[in-house]
């Protein structure tokens, strides 16, 4: 059975939840229970804190797992990252009091108040500068106004929390996050079960379907527009000179694509959504 590791709560867990359920995986039946077997999958998952599940899988006791680029990094683990899962999208950022630092190598000498220590130390370290990490499990962005930073490292996704507390983000972005699924390197049986089918949610949730019909002397001016995932599907008409077009598209882009095609000629635009997908 393949082991999985997947958030028991936070900011990860609901829809890393949501996507093994669309990917055909069984679900916990309420949030106390801390492993589940899904016997016809041939898999086991394990409930764990996201902060824990990167020293799980890289330890080898787990296999996989579901768990933040950022949690991944600060870990320190040998665990490495198979893909991106495309949510729990965030930056990681130092921010200081407006005004106060323009730049990392500002940050020389002084205390940096964060959760992940770990990656913040490799990244001053790289950037030859040495400061004083003062580590907190969370809430980091009050350091500064209660006096135990002079500056912080932390996830800024609107940067509401920032902004609420005086602070303003400098410098260069540290990372970009997102929730990843994680491996201890190896490749073991259902691995790739495991990512074909979220690939495929993946695509389900960021895609859709357009269909249309042109002129097929107009056909070539509309796939400029979109040209679908591999390419579009094309088939005839029964009215002479057309054709019906079927496209996949970012669902982000769905209006912006259906005003160009209309543009170029497009007539019966329809759009659907995609419940499965395997790529
Ligand atoms: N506001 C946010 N937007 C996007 N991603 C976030 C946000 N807050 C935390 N994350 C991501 O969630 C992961 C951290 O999850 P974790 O459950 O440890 O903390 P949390 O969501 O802050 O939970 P809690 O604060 O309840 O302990 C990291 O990968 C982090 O980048
Ligand atoms: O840029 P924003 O949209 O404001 O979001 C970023 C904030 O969200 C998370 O905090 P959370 O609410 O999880 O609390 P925590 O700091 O205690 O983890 C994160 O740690 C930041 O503080
Ligand atoms: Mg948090």
């Known amino acids: 059975m393949l082991k999985i590791a997947v958030p028991n709560k936070g900011s990860l867990a609901e829809t890393a939840a949501w996507m093994l359920d669309e990917a055909g995986y069984r679900g916990r039946r309420d949030g106390k229970e801390l492993i589940v077997v899904d016997a016809r999958n041939e898999v086991e998952f394990f409930f764990l804190r996201p902060r824990d599940i990167a020293t799980y899988v890289g330890s080898g006791a787990l296999d996989v797992g579901i768990t933040g680029r950022d949690l991944l990094l600060d870990s320190g683990s040998d665990a490495v990252e198979v893909e991106g899962l495309g949510f729990a999208r965030s930056t990681f950022r130092f921010a200081g009091p407006a005004g106060r630092f323009t730049d990392a190598a500002d940050l020389q000498g002084v205390r940096i108040a964060s959760s992940y220590t770990l990656l913040v ?120 000179g057309w054709v019906a077009v079927r496209v996949m598209v970012r669902r982000d882009e769905t209006n912006q694509i259906m005003d160009a095609l209309a543009d170029v000629g497009a007539r019966a635009i329809i759009v659907s959504r995609i419940h499965a997908a395997r790529i």
């Open 121 to 240: 130390e490799a990244h001053l370290a790289s950037l030859g500068v040495t400061a004083e990490l003062v580590r907190l499990d969370g809430a980091v962005e009050s350091a500064v106004r209660l006096g135990v930073a002079d500056a912080v490292a932390d996830v800024v996704e609107t940067g509401a929390t920032l902004r609420a507390q005086g602070l303003e983000v400098f410098g260069e972005p540290i990372l970009a996050s997102e929730a990843v699924l994680i491996s201890n390197g190896q490749h073991p049986a259902g691995l790739n079960t495991l990512k074909r089918r979220l690939d495929g949610v993946m695509v389900a949730r960021d895609y859709v379907l357009v269909d249309y019909d042109i002129e097929r002397s107009r056909l070539d001016a509309a796939i400029d527009v979109a040209h679908g995932f591999e390419s579009a599907t094309v088939s005839p008409l029964q009215k002479e």
